[in-house]
């Protein structure tokens, strides 16, 4: 068992006490946690899945782009900010479990611990009004 | 390993008729290893005492601050192998993402705050930055990690020959957590006190004191009863007294969260001079 860095127990901490989805990902872009407004977007409860290999959260919405295009994995803001390590932003569209299409405006954040220490990233997702 | 407590007390020094057995000093442990290797772990007002106690022939000591609050430094200074020129010292601290090691000692090292300054100190003086790393000094292996406290701190596991010591003198795994203890991976300091034969952990709070200092980094007795238990550890020293307890109030506060923990690990709670052979 390999216990999480305390940088990404204490974005965790966090997460559980804000209002809007939250994301946080490990430096494979595998999903480690996600808040209780992130599991009405994903459809799923952190309780029952645990963590989720990036391959499957990322496509588990059906994320399109502005124009109606599918999105890849590798241009979700928090795979960039995986693979880039600086932080992203989009705006795009998703598939909810209910059917509903809603449009997501999302800011993913690379966490960077003390001494240089690459965590892995977080994401805040907002739902954009129509 | 041979581990002494010379300071216990967290916070503040509290000497006086009231802490006589279970010790007024600040922060200091000392482990020695069967090949001489000497680990001093934090560098409270404890640390003044070890110095007397120290070889004169003593070569080469190894300092492990787990952070730089002042009640983990303020022993430095007297420190007496800082100020022999025959002595390398080391001293291994929390990374910081502005300020050296160094030069976050020098703050208090420095003038006003103490009239000799770092670069005035005789000794062979040397500094290492800590992240989450396991280094060799010695017989023993030392692991740092980043743990749940005010402020960037570590909390160490040093495994020696044949026995494991973790040292989490303030840490807080409870804070933020609804229902303590959580899962294991999602617990401050777990890996570095898995299976440990010897745990020395804050347990500042009584049950009481702790509602209203939620946020204070240090650990109800309760939850670091908790906290030994899920991490399966042998033998528990409550740690980082506080000091407003009575050696009177800490006997009876002890013997009462035994009987309602129950715990299946020894406890035994920290006394200053105390002397663990592990």
């Not at chain 1, 963590?51 to 782009?65: G, L, R």
């Not at chain 1, 705006?91 to 960077?112: C, H, M, S, Y």
């Not at chain 2, 390993?1 to 007024?24: C, E, F, H, N, Q």
């Amino acid at each position: 068992m390999s216990q999480k860095e305390i940088e990404v127990i204490l974005s965790r901490h966090l997460a559980e006490y804000l209002a809007m989805p939250i994301f946080i990902v490990d430096p494979n872009g595998d999903l480690v946690y996600y808040n209780e407004p992130a599991e009405i977007v994903l459809g799923h409860r952190y309780v029952d899945t645990g963590s989720m290999p990036a391959s499957e959260w990322s496509t588990i919405f059906h994320p399109v782009d502005l124009d109606g295009k599918p999105m890849q994995s590798e241009e979700h803001p928090l795979m960039i900010a995986i693979s880039e390590q600086h932080p992203a932003h989009k705006r795009f569209w998703i598939k909810g479990l209910d059917g509903n299409q809603r449009q997501l405006e999302v800011t993913a954040i690379p966490l960077i611990g003390q001494a240089e220490r690459f965590l892995g990233a977080i994401a805040f997702f907002w739902e954009v009004a129509e | 390993m041979k581990v002494t407590l010379w300071g216990t007390r967290g916070s503040i020094a509290s000497p006086g008729p009231d802490t006589l057995r279970y010790g007024g000093n600040t922060t200091c442990v000392s482990v020695q290893g069967s090949d001489g290797t000497l680990l001093v772990l934090d560098a409270g007002t404890g640390i003044r005492n070890l110095s007397q106690t120290l070889s004169p022939v003593l070569q080469r000591v190894h300092i492990l601050l787990t952070h730089l609050h002042m009640d983990h430094i303020e022993g430095l200074p007297f420190f007496s192998p800082l100020n022999n020129p025959g002595v390398s010292v080391t001293i291994f601290g929390p990374a910081s993402t502005t300020l050296s090691l160094k030069a976050r000692l020098m703050r208090y090292l420095s003038p006003p705050l103490f009239p000799v300054s770092v670069r005035e100190l005789l000794s062979d003086l040397r500094f290492y930055e800590l992240p989450s790393v396991t280094i060799e000094i010695g017989e023993f292996s030392v692991t740092s990690q980043l743990v749940m406290h005010y402020n960037p701190t570590l909390g160490y596991r040093i495994q020696g020959p044949n026995a494991t010591l973790t040292f989490l003198p303030d840490h807080n795994p409870a804070l933020g957590v609804e229902s303590f203890p959580t899962s294991k991976d999602w617990t401050s300091g777990y890996d570095l006190a898995e299976g440990a034969d010897l745990l020395i952990h804050d347990a500042q709070y009584t049950d009481e004191e702790y509602q209203a200092r939620i946020g204070f980094g240090h650990s109800s007795m309760s939850n670091a009863f908790r906290f030994a238990e899920l991490a399966g550890v042998k033998q528990f020293v409550p740690f980082h007294h506080d000091p407003t307890h009575s050696d009177d109030m800490l006997d009876r506060t002890f013997e009462d969260v035994c009987e309602v923990m129950a715990p299946q690990f020894d406890v035994t709670p920290a006394k200053e001079r105390m002397i663990f052979e592990l």
